[in-house]
């Protein structure tokens, strides 16, 4: 059974931007930390972006940093990544995590999605 589901991901061109949308279901996200990673082919999962809840605390990793917004919309039950200036480095499949411990950007999210995949190439 799903429990989160990405969308938004696509084809653009550098400098573009997307929208992430992570959309719990059973989950109440709002009762989570969600954490955004991306992974490419070859390479180590990494960690994007985070947001705590209550409080809504973000933590970004430094190569998104002033790029990429991670925010809540709690009515909507999603949490969406807001990506701008998007460059070919940023090309990956996006995962959203949510646990109800604060992991950052580590593995250990008792949820995932599938993933959502972004290639930005001119």
């Known amino acids: 059974q799903l429990q989160l589901v990405e969308s938004g991901g696509g084809s653009v061109q550098p400098g573009e931007s997307l929208r992430l949308s992570c959309t719990g279901f059973v989950l109440i996200l709002d009762d989570y930390i969600i954490a955004w990673f991306r992974q490419a082919p070859g390479k180590e999962r990494e960690g994007v972006a985070r947001i705590t809840r209550g409080n809504g605390f973000t933590k970004y990793a430094d190569s998104v940093k002033g790029r990429f917004t991670i925010s809540r919309d709690s009515a909507k039950n999603a949490v969406y990544l807001e990506m701008n200036s998007l460059q070919p480095q940023d090309t990956s499949n996006y995962y959203c995590?949510?646990?109800?411990?604060?992991?950052?950007?580590?593995?250990?999210?008792?949820?995932w999605g599938q993933g959502t995949q972004v290639t930005v190439s001119s």
């Open positions: 995590a949510a646990d109800m411990v604060d992991y950052e950007f580590g593995p250990e999210y008792d949820y």
